[in-house]
């Protein structure tokens, strides 16, 4: 059986260092020790660049290293992603572009020409024909998309993992991710399949890389004992799209791979950042979109980096899924958390406040929309904490 393991990490720059150190021991530090004690096993692997980053800042170099090393043995496909993890779709296609440039230029830095991506990651796999547009022009080959963006539905029989899919007028390769086994612990799962009779020839899977020690504490060992499997092999994504396989060209539909088919149906192509009945989500893009044309206003202002650095921290998806209020039954609590929502409200905040040469008219704007977030989300937390 052939395994293709997409593996995302990604952390907000606002994340507490305490969190990001307990992470990166628990989940990043096992995956890249794994892959070494198994070197005929291999991964795609995105790392976004503020995490990179970060992790450079912490003190985490041998860990960057290792990555770097296993890139260049050509273990770990690295893929190419926005710098800070915003949700691209709902962002102006200038700042798609940078954010998509500072992430390139980012990882190039730390990886060096151990980082030549040819595949994209959408953070949270939010897709819109615009986006992708934007990263064939960028000169990317492939995007990795969850399998209800084919068509809307999900199950296990709608997609064959053994053929190449393109997007018509587009020219991406495109490939799909099994859902059902992708909110797994994979591992676990694809020990599962290989004892069974009938063992599927292609298996795609694409998951946050912190399941593997820190969302699942993997006592046992799965992940480990699974690569030594003898019926088991993997290849990268790249390496798989490049070999003999039959292509179909498709049409795709705007999504996430949190998105569910009556979402699909009713229009709502990325609810849990922007759905048209949150009211917190409706004043946080009010806050982002007016600090974003801000920003791009005031590119001479003294001040324009400390606001840019403000900006992208503030833009960072987790600002909107912390106020999405969704519950999640596997490895996570709800989606609801006013103060990390209001953390990324108040960066966008920032953003506007930090530069120099903007009117006071704006500066009070501002303010006042933050405001609205502040009261909006903890009059909610409150009343939700009473009534239960």
């Given at each position: 059986?052939?395994?293709?393991?997409?593996?995302?990490?990604?952390?907000?720059?606002?994340?507490?260092?305490?969190?990001?150190?307990?992470?990166?021991?628990?989940?990043?530090?096992?995956?890249?020790?794994?892959?070494?004690?198994?070197?005929?096993?291999?991964?795609?692997?995105?790392?976004?660049?503020?995490?990179?980053?970060?992790?450079?800042?912490?003190?985490?170099?041998?860990?960057?290293?290792?990555?770097?090393?296993?890139?260049?043995?050509?273990?770990?496909?690295?893929?190419?992603?926005?710098?800070?993890?915003?949700?691209?779709?709902?962002?102006?296609?200038?700042?798609?572009?940078?954010?998509?440039?500072?992430?390139?230029?980012?990882?190039?830095?730390?990886?060096?020409?151990?980082?030549?991506?040819?595949?994209?990651?959408?953070?949270?796999?939010?897709?819109?024909?615009?986006?992708?547009?934007?990263?064939?022009?960028?000169?990317?080959?492939?995007?990795?998309?969850?399998?209800?963006?084919?068509?809307?539905?999900?199950?296990?029989?709608?997609?064959?993992?053994?053929?190449?899919?393109?997007l018509k007028k587009i020219g991406l390769n495109v490939i799909f991710r099994n859902r059902?086994?992708?909110?797994?612990?994979?591992?676990?799962?694809?020990?599962?399949?290989?004892?069974?009779?009938?063992?599927?020839?292609?298996?795609?899977?694409?998951?946050?890389?912190?399941?593997?020690?820190?969302?699942?504490?993997?006592?046992?060992?799965?992940?480990?004992?699974?690569?030594?499997?003898?019926?088991?092999?993997?290849?990268?994504?790249?390496?798989?799209?490049?070999?003999?396989?039959?292509?179909?060209?498709?049409?795709?539909?705007?999504?996430?791979?949190?998105?569910?088919?009556?979402?699909?149906?009713?229009?709502?192509?990325?609810?849990?950042?922007?759905?048209?009945?949150n009211r917190t989500h409706r004043k946080l893009w009010k806050l982002a979109n007016f600090?974003?044309?801000?920003?791009?206003?005031?590119?001479?202002?003294?001040?324009?980096?400390?606001?840019?650095?403000?900006?992208?921290?503030?833009?960072?998806?987790?600002?909107?899924?912390?106020?999405?209020?969704?519950?999640?039954?596997?490895?996570?609590?709800?989606?609801?958390?006013?103060?990390?929502?209001?953390?990324?409200?108040?960066?966008?905040?920032?953003?506007?406040?930090?530069?120099?040469?903007?009117?006071?008219?704006?500066?009070?704007?501002?303010?006042?929309?933050?405001?609205?977030?502040?009261?909006?989300?903890?009059?909610?937390?409150?009343?939700?904490?009473k009534n239960k």
């Open positions: 059986m052939l395994w293709l393991n997409f593996l995302h990490i990604y952390q907000p720059p606002t994340l507490e260092k305490e969190l990001l150190v307990r992470i990166t021991q628990e989940a990043y530090l096992n995956i890249v020790e794994v892959l070494k004690n198994n070197p005929q096993h291999k991964i795609t692997l995105n790392i976004t660049a503020c995490l990179t980053e970060y992790l450079n800042q912490v003190g985490f170099t041998k860990l960057i290293d290792d990555i770097k090393v296993l890139a260049a043995n050509g273990q770990i496909e690295l893929t190419g992603s926005a710098a800070f993890h915003p949700l691209l779709p709902l962002l102006p296609e200038i700042e798609i572009i940078r954010q998509i440039k500072v992430n390139d230029e980012i990882n190039k830095k730390y990886f060096g020409e151990a980082y030549h991506p040819q595949g994209f990651y959408l953070p949270e796999m939010a897709y819109s024909e615009a986006v992708a547009k934007i990263v064939k022009a960028a000169g990317f080959k492939w995007i990795i998309l969850d399998e209800i963006a084919l068509d809307g539905e999900i199950n296990d029989q709608h997609i064959n993992y053994e053929q190449k899919y393109k059902r086994l992708s909110k797994t612990f994979v591992p676990e799962s694809i020990e599962g399949l290989l004892n069974k009779s009938d063992i599927p020839q292609v298996v795609v899977t694409a998951t946050d890389g912190e399941i593997y020690g820190h969302k699942y504490i993997d006592q046992q060992q799965i992940f480990n004992r699974v690569l030594q499997n003898k019926k088991l092999v993997t290849a990268t994504i790249s390496e798989f799209l490049a070999g003999e396989h039959q292509e179909k060209k498709v049409s795709v539909l705007p999504s996430t791979w949190e998105s569910t088919p009556t979402e699909l149906a009713q229009g709502i192509y990325y609810s849990l950042w922007q759905h048209p009945k600090a974003l044309k801000l920003n791009y206003k005031s590119l001479t202002d003294p001040n324009h980096f400390a606001s840019r650095l403000h900006l992208e921290k503030g833009l960072a998806s987790c600002t909107f899924w912390w106020a999405s209020g969704k519950d999640f039954k596997l490895f996570s609590d709800p989606a609801w958390n006013p103060t990390e929502v209001e953390k990324g409200a108040l960066e966008l905040l920032c953003s506007v406040r930090s530069l120099v040469a903007t009117s006071f008219r704006n500066k009070i704007k501002a303010e006042k929309m933050f405001l609205e977030i502040h009261k909006v989300i903890w009059i909610k937390h409150w009343i939700d904490i």
